[in-house]
């Protein structure tokens, strides 16, 4: 009984913000069932990746509500409850929810990175983003003894400009600000830790990093 009560309960809670299982069709359960493990597959993904809470706030908020309304209209359409006048009007208004959330995501969102790929490799490592808004992190390395630390770079962006920096602590002990392609050395007074090599950007396109291992 208590497994079943907790079962009912956790089934609550789940059509609850999701909207209810259609019982009666099963190929909408199947449906229903897949996204829900998606959302909560992707969701500490979310919160892992290195994106702003508002960006993790709006894709656990809104897409559950537009699941819930997308889930609705296919329902609708799968067991003929709507006309078709019902049907062009509702898939309509939610094109446009689709399209004014996700432009509203983007623009109002503190970092947002489109075709992001980070490698790496024996050799160093690799960044490649897009679209870059905000902050995204190349590298982290630890330092194990005081010293020199030098790390040769090679970065690029195709529009904009953006600035190469390393950061200890929350602190900022080298940076180096690049408008359309420059090479050097990352060069600094290192203290055994752990330090974060990232760029950051008020908007930029085509950006590329590589650093080689000495």
Known sequence: ????????????????????????NRFLGIVWWFFVGYYM?????AVAMPVSWISVLAFAVL????????????????T???????????????????????????????????NATRTATSEGYQLS?????????VAVFDVSTEGVVVIPYQASVGEGS???????????????????????NIEFHGEPGTYDI???????????VKLKNE
């Not at 209209?73 to 799968?78: F, H, K, T, Y």
């Not at 309509?92 to 996700?102: D, K, N, Q, R, Y």
């Not at 953006?162 to 090479?183: D, P």
């Not at 990232?198 to 085509?206: H, L, R």
């Open 162 to 184: 953006m600035t190469l920096y390393v950061e200890r602590g929350g602190r900022i002990i080298w940076e180096k600000t690049i408008l359309s392609s420059w090479g050097g």
């Open 41 to 45: 597959l992707m969701l500490p993904f």
């Open 63 to 78: 897409y559950p509500v537009l699941f819930r309304v997308v889930y609705y209209l296919n329902s609708a359409i799968l």
């Open 80 to 114: 003929k409850k709507w006309s078709k006048k019902m049907l062009v009007a509702g898939g309509s208004v939610i094109a446009v929810l689709i399209i004014g959330i996700t432009a509203t995501t983007f623009f109002f969102a503190d970092n947002v990175a489109v």
């Open 198 to 208: 990232k760029v950051k950007t008020e908007e930029a396109k085509d950006v590329n």
């Open 1 to 24: 009984m208590e497994v079943n009560n907790w079962g009912n309960r956790r089934m609550r809670v789940l059509e609850f913000i999701f909207g209810r299982r259609n019982r009666e």
């Open 129 to 137: 983003v897009g679209s870059l808004k905000g902050n995204y992190q």
